[in-house]
């Protein structure tokens, strides 16, 4: 079975830093697009930052200069890093990943959602 696994959430005071990591279990034989999406209570699920293979990255605007995405394609992993915490960055935090793995003697590719690490900012 394909997962991805998140970690690095925590409570953390105003202007403090987190970094979120996310990795893949099982047989991946690479991952494609990858990104970390956010939900807070009542909300909908939101895109934070997303990274190509290719390392092209796009942010929302409200953690631009903030936040920094990065990805390991030897390692197949991705990781997000959070500076200048604000109590509105609350939320669920999530991995996506599109994943290409091997399974049955078949090849298949699918998108693939972590099962979320919460973040907490407040003092």
């Known amino acids: 079975q394909v997962q991805l696994v998140e970690s690095g959430g925590g409570l953390v005071q105003p202007g403090g830093s987190l970094n979120l990591s996310c990795a893949p279990s099982?047989?991946?034989?690479?991952?494609?697009?990858m990104g970390w999406y956010r939900q807070a209570p009542g909300k909908e699920r939101e895109l934070v930052a997303t990274?190509?293979?290719?390392?092209?990255?796009d942010y929302n605007d409200s953690v631009k200069g903030r936040f920094t995405i990065s990805r390991d394609n030897a390692k197949n992993t991705a990781e997000l890093q959070m500076n200048s915490l604000k109590p509105e960055d609350t939320a669920v935090y999530y991995c996506?990943?599109?994943?290409?793995?091997?399974?049955?003697?078949?090849?298949?590719?699918?998108?693939?959602w972590g099962q979320g690490t919460q973040v907490t900012v407040s003092s």
């Open positions: 990274i190509t293979s290719g390392h092209m990255i």
């Open positions: 099982g047989n991946i034989i690479r991952l494609d697009d």
């Open positions: 996506n990943a599109e994943v290409l793995y091997y399974s049955g003697g078949v090849y298949n590719n699918v998108d693939i």
